[in-house]
């Protein structure tokens, strides 16, 4: 059974902190990961990672995938109060014809 | 990326009562969609792949005939939840596949809150 662990499973910074949120998983057939974004509706699409050590960056979220340790890291600097959400790691296995197994998620507070 | 709608966003029934809702792919057609659930303080777990013109795959400890699923279209699933109870009350979240996608990848609606009273 596909397996995906996040940690923290919250975590309450200031603004113009940098965090890094992490996430481990455990699948038969690897296909990709995928980070979320979950305010109060359906996630929002980050980033999809393939390659291992190969940094995606949008502003300021990065995330990097290390195939090796099975694990994947999203990197926030400078935060700010928008981005208080729940950060969604997902693996999707291959063929692509299953659907996401998700990790319960990090609960990010942003305070002023 | 790719558009997918859901509708109701939103849907209050009494006790018993089926309620469908629709995940539409609007700008891609989609032969293969899913059906997550999210209840409070939870993450989303996957219910079943909807396939266009071919029987729903559902996960282990999804009733297949309480959660109907149709996939009329390359752009149409529907999931009815039959003869709902207040333990079905949840969010609904749909999600498609964009094959011609940049990245390929699943896209998600913007679900649907089930209350069930």
């Known amino acids: 059974e596909d397996k995906v662990v996040q940690s923290p499973l919250s975590l309450v910074v200031h603004e113009g902190d940098t965090v890094t949120l992490n996430c481990s998983y455990e699948?038969?057939?690897?296909?990709?990961l995928l980070w979320y974004k979950q305010e109060k509706k359906a996630p929002t699409f980050l980033f999809m990672l393939t390659s291992s050590g190969i940094e995606k960056k949008s502003g300021r979220l990065s995330s990097i995938l290390d195939k090796k340790e099975l694990s994947s890291i999203l990197n926030i600097t400078a935060t700010q109060t928008g981005d208080s959400a729940i950060y969604l790691c997902?693996?999707?296995?291959?063929?692509?014809?299953?659907?996401?197994?998700f990790g319960k998620g990090t609960h990010l507070i942003i305070q002023p | 990326g790719a558009v997918v709608s859901q509708h109701p966003s939103r849907v209050i029934c009494k006790s018993g009562t089926s309620v469908k809702i629709e995940c539409r792919s609007l700008d891609f057609q989609a032969t293969t969609m899913f059906w997550y659930r999210q209840f409070p303080k939870k993450s989303l777990m996957l219910m079943a792949t909807?396939?266009?013109?071919?029987?729903?795959?559902?996960e282990q400890g999804v009733e297949k005939d309480k959660f109907l699923i149709n996939h009329a279209s390359l752009t149409l699933s529907t999931l009815t939840v039959t003869s709902a109870h207040p333990e079905d009350s949840s969010f609904y979240i749909c999600?498609?596949?964009?094959?011609?996608?940049?990245?390929?990848?699943?896209?998600f609606g913007p679900g649907t809150r089930l209350l069930v009273l």
């Open positions: 909807s396939n266009e013109g071919s029987k729903a795959t559902y």
């Open positions: 997902a693996v999707e296995p291959g063929g692509g014809a299953d659907g996401l197994t």
């Open positions: 999600s498609a596949r964009n094959l011609a996608g940049v990245p390929e990848t699943q896209y």
């Open positions: 699948v038969t057939n690897f296909r990709s």
